[in-house]
Structure formats: C-alpha cells, structure tokens
C-alpha cells in the first residue's frame, strides 16, 4: 500500500514552453501533497505544500505564477512549470501525506529545459 | 532555522563491513525524524520515523537511534545492495502544516 506515481517520469523541453507533471496517491486519499525540487548531490527542497481544494502555500523564494500547483482531488495533484528556462532543469518529486507523520514520494520527474 | 547535517557525505564500506551514519539535527518542536533511502533517480523510500530521545528502530541490517541532538543509522554487515543514498528529514510544524527538511543525504557504497 502507499503507492505514488508521477508522470511523465522525464521530459525535455524547449526555453519558453510550459510543463506539467502529475502526482497521483493510488491506493489512499491524500489531503496534502508536497512538492519537492532536488539538483544534483543536493537536498529536497521543499517547494510548495498543497491542500486538497485549496490555493497551494509556497515557500519562500519559490515563485507561484511560475509553478502552478493544483491538488483537484485527494488523489490527485499536478505541478506546472510555466515558460520554463534551462535553471529550472531538476529532478521533481512529489510526496503524499497518508497522516500527519506519514510521506510517501513518487519516482521523481527529471526535467531537462534546452 | 531548523537544519539537518548529514555525515559523512560519501561512504565506502567492503561487504560485511558494519558502519554508522549521523544526521544532526536543530529544530524546535521536533515532530518526527525520518531515515530514507534513495537509489539513483528515483523518489526516496519510506525506512524508518522516530519521535523522541532513546528510541529505536529496526529494519533487517538497519537500526536508527535517535537522541535529543543527533540521529545514527547503523548498518551491520551491509550487503552491495545497500548501496544507496540515505536521507534524513526532521518534521517540524511550520505555517500550518507539517513539513519535512531535508538533509543532503549520505552515499552509501557496499563493495562485493
């Protein structure tokens, strides 16, 4: 049980196009989401929380009109990075919170932005 | 600023070679500190949570400790399979929700 899933699980991309990446909780309903950003031989770095049916809260330093998150269900959450610029290239994972205390993390969307 | 040190950055470890890695931790109001392990390109996996000073846990050649400053996971006789990258989190409550700071992790290495 528990079980994540994000897709795509890559893509590239053209300067300027937007992309978005799904994060799906298959066997639970989660009424938050996370999404996290990760470059190379760094840490997960939080970049927004969100609730089901609620605006997302960003961290500071994360830009809300470029990444646009929408959790429209409690299965249900996605990540659009809008006109993306190469500095935007990373690994992207999404977690699901099944309780308070519990985080399960898809397999991750590595964006490369030419 | 709740913060999280992994050491050593990189570990290299011959088969059955038993070693333990240290996450360090500043936070106020712990809430849980999580151990994942994270192999390349992939989302990190689930291993252990711990919540107060002197508790512990285990999981086949894995066990975590925790204490008020510091968590170590010991690896006994660790096997090439496990190798990977083992993260540390601390769960805090921080604007409204719970939310977990990671460390950098430590790149575990098991020679054959």
């Known amino acids: 049980g528990a079980v994540v899933s994000q897709h795509p699980s890559w893509v590239i991309c053209k300067s300027g196009t937007s992309v978005k990446i799904e994060c799906r909780s298959l066997?639970?309903?989660?009424?938050?989401m996370f999404w996290y950003r990760q470059f190379p031989k760094q840490s997960l770095m939080l970049m927004a929380t969100?609730?089901?049916?609620?605006?997302?809260?960003?961290e500071q330093g994360v830009e809300k009109d470029k990444f646009l998150i929408n959790h429209a269900s409690l299965t249900l959450s996605t990540l659009t990075v809008t006109s993306a610029h190469p500095e935007d290239s990373s690994f992207y994972i999404c977690?699901?919170?099944?309780?308070?205390?519990?985080?399960?993390f898809g397999p991750g969307t590595r964006l490369t932005v030419l | 600023e709740d913060q999280v040190t992994q050491s050593p950055e990189a570990l290299r470890l011959q088969e059955g070679e038993s070693s333990s890695l240290n996450c360090s931790y500043t936070v106020s109001g712990l809430r849980g500190l999580f151990w994942y392990r994270q192999d390349p390109g992939k989302g990190p996996e689930f291993l252990f949570t711990?919540?107060?000073a002197g508790e512990e846990k285990e999981k086949e050649r894995l066990k975590a400790t925790l204490t008020k400053k510091e968590s170590f996971l010991h690896i006994t006789a660790p096997k090439p399979e496990d190798s990977a990258t083992y993260l540390c989190a601390v769960q805090a409550y921080r604007g409204g929700s719970e939310k977990l700071v990671f460390g950098k992790g430590t790149k575990l290495t098991v020679n054959p």
């Open positions: 711990l919540y107060s």
């Open positions: 977690s699901a919170g099944r309780t308070y205390n519990e985080q399960f």
């Open positions: 969100s609730n089901e049916g609620s605006k997302a809260t960003y």
């Open positions: 066997d639970f309903q989660a009424t938050t």
